[in-house]
Every structure is written in structure tokens, then in C-alpha cells.
């Protein structure tokens, strides 16, 4: 089958088109012929440095396509199911492949109104997005939500989940991006490069920040007292729960997990027409080294797709 590998570290153009095995299901698993992958920034990271898995040969988390076959003992999906998940992360998964194995919960069915190319944008961000809201910020009807790079993979999704959860949403993005956020369920947005957040808005219970740098700290003092924010960006920002606690507040840095009851919810909204994803840019499979030119330059709206199967 094709696949995309490297054969070492660095920029997109590492990225080739190999012939590998086809993989066989386990004990557990299925094998998925795979429609679409998203692209996500957590595999331009594995594809430069090789990440938390040493020497990644193979990308991919996101997947939407077909069960092939199933592995010994599943009872939850069946040879022709049109599934999407995230399989093992942060382990490698390799869905920027023709098939891939899974284990069968970390899929789940993908909804009618989803094409392959939609459903493969959902899950790393959107699992991003639901762990921070939900399970880790508790995000009730009322409160005052601040997302940073609303626009973005995460972003994006992040308005709208904390939107069907009942939330004032606010967002930062430059300001040609203001209508389409708008549109996505957005109360109040604030353009960066004009404007500094901290002062032009009203505190907030909860803010997700997946950029990182200065915007943990700043973010800290738009908190009303007992709030929390969650940064995604990166593990060092640990640091942030010590500086929160003396001021009443609360600050996580959250890595996205595998999450079968998560990936219903997702389905869920997305079934009731409360989740859809922005497709910035879909490409072949063959172009996976374009694709990942377009990730780093962190100008998207929305989530890059690579196609697979037709």
C-alpha cells in the first residue's frame, strides 16, 4: 500500500511516498481503508524533532474511512462501518496511509452528514477542544469563555463546543477572520494585532490558549477569581499552575488523549448540526509535504486534509 514516511528529521520536503505492508488487525483492532487524514500541528512536530516516539517514520493520528476487518474479540464494528477517530495517540498511528489498524475503540461510527473529509478534520482538535472545556474546565451554560487563535484547528472547534455548551464566547483572531467566527457562534472577538486582550475585555471564567509564549501569563489576568486556564501549547507551561494558585486561580497544561466517550460526544454534535468543521485546505496524499508547508506557516483557517481514497 502507500503510505507517507521519512527516512529522517526536518522540514516538509523529509516527506516521501513509500510502498509498505499492508497491516493486519490484532486482538481488539480493525483495519481501516482510510478516505481522509487531517493534518495537525502535533505531526509537524513528530516529522522535525521525532517528537515522544524517537524515530517516527510514520505521521498521522486523524482518520475517516471504511472497517475493512476486524481483529479477534470486536463486537463494536463490522466489515463496511464508515468510522473516524484518533487512533493511540501520542503513540504513532500512520493514518497518511492507505489502511490503517486501530483499536476498535478509539473509532467511532461517523455521522451521515459528514463527508470523509470533514469527519477526518474532527478528531485531534476537536478531542482537544472537548478535553479542555469539558473535561478539564467543567465549561457551564453562563460563563464567559475566552479561546485564543479562535480561527484556528483547535480554535475553531473550541467556539463552537463551548457555544453548545451554553457559553459567552470570545475569541482572539485578526479581523479578517471576525465573520467567519461570527458565524461559528462567536459573542465577542478581538483582533491581536490592534487590540490587547487583557484590556479589552470583561474577565473571564475559562480561557483555552493553545499559542503559548506571553499568553499564558497575560491570560492569567483575565480571570475572574476561582477560573482556570488551560494551555495546550506546550508542556513547559506547567509552570503556570504555580503562578495561578496565590491568585485564587486555577492553570493546566492538557495533552489530548485517545477518548471513545469523547468521540461519541463529538458525533453527537456533530449529528444535531452543532459541530462543523472549516476545511482550509484539502490535498492528495502525495502532496502530504505541501501540506505540511501550509501547517507551519500557522496562517489556516480551519483544518488542512489529506485525501485518500476517493
Known amino acids: 500500500m502507500r503510505a507517507i514516511g521519512q527516512d529522517g528529521f526536518g522540514g516538509p520536503e523529509v516527506l516521501k511516498v513509500v510502498e509498505v505492508e499492508r497491516p493486519e488487525p490484532g486482538p481488539a483492532e480493525v ?21 515522544l516516539a524517537g524515530a517516527v517514520i510514520r505521521l498521522g493520528w486523524d482518520v475517516s474511512g471504511v472497517v475493512e476487518a476486524v481483529g479477534l474479540g470486536v463486537t463494536t464494528l463490522a466489515p463496511g462501518d464508515e468510522v473516524f477517530g484518533m487512533p493511540r495517540h501520542p503513540l504513532p498511528a500512520g493514518t497518511y496511509a492507505e489502511y490503517v489498524t486501530s483499536p476498535a475503540r478509539h473509532l467511532v461510527r461517523k455521522p451521515a452528514g459528514l463527508t470523509h473529509v470533514q469527519a ?38 473550541a467556539v463552537q463546543i463551548a457555544k453548545a455548551r451554553g457559553a459567552h464566547v470570545i475569541g482572539t483572531a485578526r479581523a479578517a477572520k471576525h465573520d467567519f467566527l461570527r458565524g461559528l457562534g462567536a459573542d465577542e472577538l478581538v483582533d491581536y494585532t490592534e ?29 475572574r477569581p476561582g477560573g482556570i486556564l488551560v494551555a495546550l501549547a506546550s508542556p513547559a507551561e506547567t509552570y503556570l499552575a504555580d503562578e495561578a494558585r496565590p491568585l485564587g486561580l486555577r492553570a493546566a497544561f492538557m495533552a489530548v488523549e485517545a477518548d471513545h ?34 501547517a507551519d506557516g500557522r496562517r489556516t483557517t480551519g483544518k488542512i486534509v489529506l485525501t485518500v481514497t476517493d
Not at 483495519?31 to 517528537?51: F, Y
Not at 478531542?127 to 479542555?132: E, G, I, K, N, S
Not at 487590540?195 to 480571570?223: C, K, W
Open 31 to 51: 483495519l481501516v481503508r482510510v478516505h481522509a487524514a487531517g493534518v495537525n500541528p502535533t505531526d509537524s512536530w513528530h516529522r522535525a524533532s521525532g517528537g
Open 120 to 157: 477526518a478534520a474532527l478528531p485531534l482538535a476537536a478531542l482537544t477542544a472537548w478535553q479542555a472545556l469539558v473535561d478539564t474546565a467543567g465549561v457551564r451554560p453562563g460563563q464567559r469563555v475566552l479561546i485564543h487563535a479562535a480561527a484556528g484547528g483547535v480554535g475553531h472547534l
Open 195 to 223: 487590540a490587547d486582550f487583557e484590556t479589552a475585555i470583561e474577565p473571564v471564567d475559562v480561557v483555552v490558549d493553545a499559542i503559548g509564549g506571553d499568553y499564558g501569563p497575560r491570560s492569567l489576568r483575565t480571570l
Open 261 to 294: 466517550a469523547g468521540m461519541k460526544e463529538i458525533a453527537a454534535l456533530a449529528e444535531a448540526g452543532l459541530l462543523r468543521p472549516e476545511i482550509d485546505t484539502a490535498l492528495p496524499l502525495e502532496r502530504a509535504a505541501k501540506a505540511h508547508e501550509l
